[in-house]
């Protein structure tokens, strides 16, 4: 196997034309060389198979079970760094992609205990239920495919079974303190964090209205003193984040994103075939 070999987990569900197999153990790695749709750029059409091998050098079904891989992806941020305007770019272009938004799972308004300084404490984590979000967390890792259903994303119909976007399911949490609930810390199979600074986040924020409005002075006197509180507890509590500045374009922070999840994804295969490719 050539060291700068690209095996790109997307494509499984395929049926491979083989014209390069090279075997270890039960592994056989195949490449495949007809073209296909450019759903996902840039990368070599080259994919793993574990499995028996097949008897003549032919074709080979890559099948769910064959490759089946479950991605959790954070995005965090400060709030207004442009969380959910990422997260929907990443949801058009990812296969089979659910998303779970921390905004969903805030405790109703009179839930939330008001602090000395008379303001509602919004931003802190015991004003979200977050043993409720972890449980949505849950289903999702049991049963992705079920839950894209309840959840109204669409699954590739089983008549389109051999389409590469059965292989891979991939679930976004996006919010504001996703690395601050020690029992979720290991869930994110990759974590990012958008931050901006203060001027612009202040000015971004006052042209939101939230379910319930922000009062004169939430921004100066809560909003951005817990937030420089929860940043720090992160960034001690919390490793492998990698951060993104969120004065760059919308497109430039989702290209990089993107890119960075591709990579990943091509590396935890590799590896995944590299321990067994004795
Ligand atoms: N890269 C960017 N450059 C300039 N403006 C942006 C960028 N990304 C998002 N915005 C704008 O900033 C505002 C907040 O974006 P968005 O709702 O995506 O942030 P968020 O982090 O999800 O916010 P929150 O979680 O606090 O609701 C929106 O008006 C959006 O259009
Ligand atoms: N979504 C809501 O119900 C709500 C209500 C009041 C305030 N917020 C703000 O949302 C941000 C996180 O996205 C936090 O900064 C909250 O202040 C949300």
């Known amino acids: 196997m050539k060291s700068d070999t690209m095996l790109n987990p997307l494509y499984a569900g395929l049926r491979y034309s083989i014209n390069e197999v090279v075997k270890g153990g039960n592994i056989l790695l195949v490449r495949k060389r007809k073209e296909r749709r450019e759903k996902y750029l840039s990368f070599d059409r080259e994919v793993a198979y574990r499995g028996s091998l097949p008897s003549d050098n032919t074709n080979v079904l890559l099948t769910d079970q064959d490759i089946i891989m479950k991605l959790i992806i954070g995005i965090g941020g400060v709030t207004n760094g442009g969380k959910t305007t990422l997260t929907n770019k990443l949801m058009q272009a990812l296969p089979n992609c659910c998303v779970i938004h921390q905004d969903d799972f805030f405790k109703k308004p009179d839930q939330i205990e008001v602090g000395e300084d008379g303001f509602r404490q919004w931003d802190v984590i015991t004003s979200l239920d977050m043993e409720a979000m972890v449980n949505t ?12 259903r309840s959840h109204g994303v669409s699954v590739t119909p089983k008549a389109e079974e ?4 059965n292989a891979i399911h991939i679930l976004i949490v996006e919010g504001f303190l996703l690395y601050n609930y020690q029992h979720i810390l290991d869930v994110y199979d990759q974590r990012y964090y958008i931050a901006i600074p203060k001027e612009e986040c202040k000015r971004r924020r006052s042209t939101r209205t939230y379910t319930v409005p922000d009062p004169p002075g939430l921004f100066e006197g ?13 960034e001690n509590n919390c490793n492998g984040i990698e951060y993104l500045d969120g004065l760059k374009s919308k497109e430039e922070i989702y290209n990089q994103v993107y890119e960075s999840i591709h990579n990943n994804l091509l590396n935890r295969f590799i590896g995944k075939i590299s321990t067994q490719y004795v």
């Open 137 to 148: 967390i849950k289903g999702w890792q049991e049963n992705p495919v079920k839950f894209a």
């Open 222 to 234: 809560h909003v951005w003193p817990m937030y420089l509180k929860h940043r720090k507890e992160m």
């Open 162 to 165: 051999q389409e590469p976007d």
